[in-house]
């Protein structure tokens, strides 16, 4: 980066788990302080998360998070809050309406209805704000159930006959399926990857926006904004490196 540039002109947006944390776990003080004091004073700071807000507070040391933080973008930025303010809020619901909902709904609890299974238990369906979460074996289970499914469904691929199912039922609903963790995979609108955070930055007119993530191989929760045109991605092992390399990029 030229250093001539004012911090007006140059963001830096962070994935959260495993960029600026250990995966799970809570900032360390060294690396939250480095942030505020060294980065902070030098260039716009953004976080981009997967997680919603309460994980994201959990993660970044409490609820002033929002802030600390020029920019916080919880759940990819369907939830988006800029000096503090909450400047955007999305949902599916408001995205796809109650009635297409429903239909997709429906057909996936049609589908599970038939499946016999190890095992099944309760919640089939999680609602979230961002996402359909599906999950054949009921997201109830114990965790030996969990395995037991995990096996089983290594075997049989339920999860991937049911997606195709679902992709063949619904080609026009824009929806894209993301088969991740043992038991259950993802339905969320086209587009509702971390990119979908940009848009709220990009009238600020940045020079430079920088995105620093893990995650950023093809089917990783950081890769389609890291390869974005509008960003320049940066791919980090851990917070130490993210350290570095902001060390580096920013002439500290
Ligand atoms: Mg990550």
């Known amino acids: 980066m030229s250093s001539s540039r004012k911090r007006e002109e140059i963001l830096c947006l962070f994935d959260v788990d495993g960029t600026l944390t250990i995966p799970r776990q809570k900032i360390l003080p060294t690396t939250e302080e480095f942030l505020l004091t060294k980065v902070k004073p030098v260039a716009t700071v953004g976080l981009v998360g997967g997680s ?3 994980k994201i507070e959990e993660q970044m040391g409490g609820a002033d998070v929002i802030n600390k933080y020029d920019y916080v973008f919880a759940e990819n930025g369907l939830v988006a809050y800029k000096n503090g303010g909450l400047i955007g809020k999305m949902s599916i619901h408001g995205h ?3 009635e297409k909902l429903q239909l997709f709904i429906n057909s996936a609890l049609a589908y599970m209805s038939k499946l016999t299974l190890p095992a099944k238990r309760g919640t089939f369906i999680e609602f979230r704000d961002g996402l359909v979460n599906v999950c054949p074996v ?4 114990s965790q030996a159930e969990r395995d037991q499914f995990a096996a089983y469904d290594k075997e049989h691929k339920i999860r991937e006959t049911f997606v195709k199912h679902l992709q063949a039922e619904f080609p026009d ?3 894209v399926f993301s088969i991740g963790g043992q038991i259950s995979f993802d339905v969320f609108p086209k587009g509702w990857d971390k990119t979908y ?9 940045f020079k430079e926006i920088h995105f620093f993530g893990d995650k950023t191989a093809p089917g990783g929760n950081d890769h389609e904004i890291y390869e974005d045109s509008r960003t320049i991605g940066h791919k980090v092992l851990s917070p130490e490196e993210t350290i570095e390399q902001l060390k580096t990029l920013l002439h500290l």
């Open 52 to 54: 919603d807000l309460a």
């Open 173 to 175: 609903l824009g929806l």
């Open 197 to 205: 955070a940009l848009r709220f930055v990009e009238k600020d007119d």
């Open 138 to 141: 009921g997201r109830s289970c």
């Open 96 to 98: 796809m309406g109650e």
